[in-house]
C-alpha cells in the first residue's frame, strides 16, 4: 500500500510556488519528508508526528491531515536548488516501517 | 557528526560471486536500514535492525544476508545475484524507529552481470 503521490511532476520558474500532496490508504502515525537530488542519497526535510500538525522551515512546510490520511509539502518562492524528487514517507502504528510515496519530479528554472 | 558511510561506491559482481556491502554511522542511532532503489523509482524496504536485532525482514531473497555486527555497523552479503538484482543500495540510520527522521548514505551503485 505505496502511498500516491501528486503531482507526478511539476516545472516551475524561480520564484513561483509549488504544492506536493501525498495520500496513503492506511491509517498514519507519521509523515516523513525527503528530497533527493539525481546520483544522490534522499535527504531529510521534516517529520510530522500530529494529526493537523504543520511545520516549516525557511520557505518550505508541510501540513499532516490525519483524518483524511493525507500530507502535503509547500514550496514557496521556489529556488534552483529545490530541484529534484520528492518523496514522503509514511509510518503506520506498531511498525518500524517508513513506506515510500511514488515521487514528485521537481525541476526549477531560472 | 551526521554522516553515514557506505562502501564500496560502485560494486561490479557475477551472477557467482559473493559480496558484501558495508555501513557505518557514529550518531549513536539505534535503528539502521538497508532500501533498494531502482531508477526512478521510491526507496524500497529490504531489512530493519533495531537495538541490533532484526525486526523486519521484506520477505528479500535469500540471496541478501544481512548482518548487524554492533550499532555502528550494518553490513549486506550478497550471493548468488540475478542481474535484476542490479539497484543503488541505500543505507539509513535513526535515532529509533520510524517517529525519528532517518539519515541515508551515499549508497551503493551495484551492477549484476
Known amino acids: 500500500q505505496q502511498p500516491v503521490q501528486s503531482p507526478q511532476a511539476v516545472i516551475l520558474r524561480e520564484g513561483e510556488d509549488a504544492v506536493i500532496n501525498c495520500s496513503s490508504s492506511?491509517?498514519?502515525?507519521?509523515v516523513h519528508w525527503y528530497r533527493q537530488k539525481h546520483g544522490e542519497a534522499p535527504v531529510f526535510l521534516m517529520i510530522?508526528?500530529?494529526?493537523?500538525e504543520q511545520k516549516g522551515h525557511e520557505k518550505i512546510s508541510a501540513s499532516f491531515n490525519e483524518k483524511k490520511q493525507q500530507s502535503s509539502l509547500y514550496l514557496t518562492a521556489s529556488q534552483l536548488s529545490y530541484s529534484g524528487t520528492y518523496f514522503c514517507?509514511?509510518?503506520?502504528?506498531?511498525?518500524?516501517?517508513?513506506?515510500f510515496g511514488t515521487g514528485t519530479r521537481l525541476q526549477v528554472f531560472p | 557528526d551526521t554522516e553515514v558511510t557506505q562502501t564500496p561506491k560502485h560494486l561490479v559482481m557475477g551472477m557467482t560471486n559473493k559480496k558484501s556491502l558495508k555501513c557505518e554511522q557514529h550518531m549513536g542511532h539505534r535503528a539502521m536500514y538497508w532500501y533498494k532503489q531502482k531508477a526512478k523509482k521510491p526507496p524500497e524496504l529490504m531489512f530493519v535492525y533495531s537495538y541490533e536485532k532484526l525486526s523486519i525482514n521484506e520477505s528479500v531473497p535469500s540471496r541478501f544476508s544481512p548482518e548487524c555486527p554492533n550499532s555502528s555497523l550494518l553490513n549486506l552479503h550478497l550471493h548468488a545475484l540475478q542481474p535484476e538484482d542490479s539497484a543503488l543500495y541505500l543505507c539509513?540510520?535513526?535515532?529509533?524507529?520510524?517517529?525519528?527522521?532517518?539519515?541515508f548514505g551515499p549508497g551503493t551503485r551495484l551492477t549484476v552481470t
Open positions: 514517507g509514511t509510518g503506520s502504528y506498531n511498525t518500524d516501517k517508513l513506506i
Open positions: 539509513a540510520s535513526s535515532q529509533a524507529e520510524v517517529s525519528y527522521e532517518q539519515y
Open positions: 510530522l508526528l500530529k494529526g493537523g
Open positions: 492506511k491509517a498514519l502515525y507519521s
